[in-house]
């Protein structure tokens, strides 16, 4: 069977290229072993934030007396209810792939694909022909060899989603996006968590405020933080009870908790697809690319978690779309990797864009700082959602918007705002001279521009 273009991985890299494809009139097939929408729907994003929304609904039962409403008994979390939630969410959405799949005439074919050569993929001893073969197969956690995953006593992120019972305690190992989502969500139903980061702080990839400002977060959960802190091993005992030696600023240490979650990152797929024998090149655990996502050998190309840059779903997707529209001879823009949204889903949220504080003081670039704290919000107030902030960072010379970091409810809502902005080379006045709706928490942001630009009237 002969194809214009065969996408290898149904995830949101993968899903997107064949749909764009189709779109633009290709003959498209997809590649795919496992369920479609790949780690994101069924395994990674999707569900995850099924949960934190359980875990928050559970919270806000717990505190609806602030708001003026008496509970008939103590609310209860039922953590297979939430996991069963959860699956169903993951179901519907995978199932929704399929169907926009089948809606834009997408072959959807089962199993392992790997380059056979040129044109060539074969997929469980079946050969395949196309132009041009687009490699999107995702990545999944890493494993340290001193933090081995038996899916019982220490999990990976996949196993974490699925538990049939609280544990009395977890330790997680990494504080990134996934390690705090988790260190959130079992905290917020009573289970004792200790968080241990390598690095200096906490969201080591955020604005330091940012950092600061969760950690106080988690302390006040009563989650435990050890930051520069090495992990150098964990055994299990016959009771099943895990020890966990560390090293850090107190010197060696051992903790013991039920589990331990590892979420220490991942490691691309690239093994076992043909790219040694096909010749393309990779480095560091990625497949080298152009801005157009060319690989080194001619028809074959990669996006996604299998190539430098953010591991992050909307990238994938935006680099599927380039990829796809420079293959069918559109022109279109490299995606700018300077202006990537990032979000955490934990209570409170973090979202940001752009570059950090630290990143322009790097640079030696000149820059003015625009704050606003969501206690000086009406609608943060009224929700009694007071926690956190917004911060925006304009460039000194022409006012335009570098950055923006902020915490608190449903900023994660309010990123677009500031993303588009920064695309579009929008200002500090810019921005502080839009209407924004009253009463939001949206207003922050307009807020803490006027605060940049010397302007500010609730400060």
């Not at 497949?287 to 190309?301: E, K, L, W």
Request: hydrophobic letters at 45%.
């Amino acid at each position: 069977m002969k194809y214009d273009i065969i996408v290898v991985g149904s995830g949101p890299g993968g899903y997107v290229a064949a749909i764009r494809a189709a779109q633009l009139g290709r003959k498209v097939a997809l590649v795919e072993r496992a369920e479609p929408g790949g780690v994101c729907l069924n395994r990674g994003c999707i569900p995850t934030k099924a949960l934190l929304k359980s875990a928050q609904v559970y919270g806000y039962c717990r505190n609806a007396a602030r708001y003026g409403v008496e509970l008939a008994s103590e609310p209860k979390a039922d953590l297979a209810k939430m996991v069963a939630r959860s699956r169903t969410v993951a179901e519907t959405m995978s199932k929704g792939v399929r169907f926009l799949l089948q809606k834009n005439g997408i072959e959807l074919i089962a199993g392992f694909g790997r380059l056979a050569g040129p044109g060539r993929l074969e997929v469980e001893g079946t050969i395949f022909e196309a132009d041009h073969i687009i490699l999107a197969t995702g990545a999944r956690p890493r494993e340290l060899p001193f933090l081995p995953v038996d899916g019982v006593h220490v999990l990976a992120s996949h196993q974490a989603l699925t538990l049939d019972r609280l544990p009395a305690s977890m330790i997680v190992v990494g504080s990134g996006a996934i390690g705090s989502e988790f260190a959130w969500f079992y905290a917020a139903l009573g289970v004792e968590v200790t968080v241990v980061e390598y690095l200096p702080r906490i969201l080591p990839l955020e604005d330091e405020e940012v950092s600061k400002a969760m950690e106080r977060a988690f302390r006040k959960m009563r989650i435990g933080v050890l930051t520069s802190t090495t992990v150098k091993g964990v055994t299990v005992d016959a009771a099943g009870l895990c020890t966990v030696e560390v090293e850090g600023k107190k010197g060696a240490e051992t903790l013991a908790a039920e589990v331990v979650l590892s979420a220490v990152g991942i490691k691309s797929n690239i093994e076992g697809i043909g790219l040694e024998e096909a010749g393309v090149r990779t480095e560091r655990d990625k497949v080298v690319v152009d801005a157009f996502y060319h690989t080194s050998v001619p028809g074959v190309y990669a996006i996604g978690d299998i190539v430098p840059g953010p591991a992050l779903a909307h990238v994938a997707s935006a680099e599927a779309i380039c990829c796809v529209e420079a293959i069918c001879g559109l022109d279109p823009a490299p995606v700018d990797y300077t202006t990537i949204p990032s979000c955490v889903f934990t209570t409170p949220e973090v979202a940001s864009v752009g570059f950090t504080e630290q990143q322009l003081q790097e640079r030696g670039a000149a820059y003015t700082v625009g704050r606003f704290p969501f206690t000086a919000s009406g609608k943060a107030t009224a929700a009694g959602d007071r926690d956190g902030f917004v911060k925006l960072l304009f460039a000194a010379e022409d006012g335009k918007l570098l950055g923006a970091h902020m915490v608190g409810a449903h900023v994660t809502e309010l990123l677009a705002e500031p993303t588009l902005a920064r695309g579009l080379g929008a200002t500090a006045h810019d921005i502080a001279r839009t209407i924004h709706a009253h009463p939001t928490m949206n207003e922050a942001l307009m807020e803490a521009a006027e605060a940049a630009a010397g302007e500010a009237i609730h400060l």
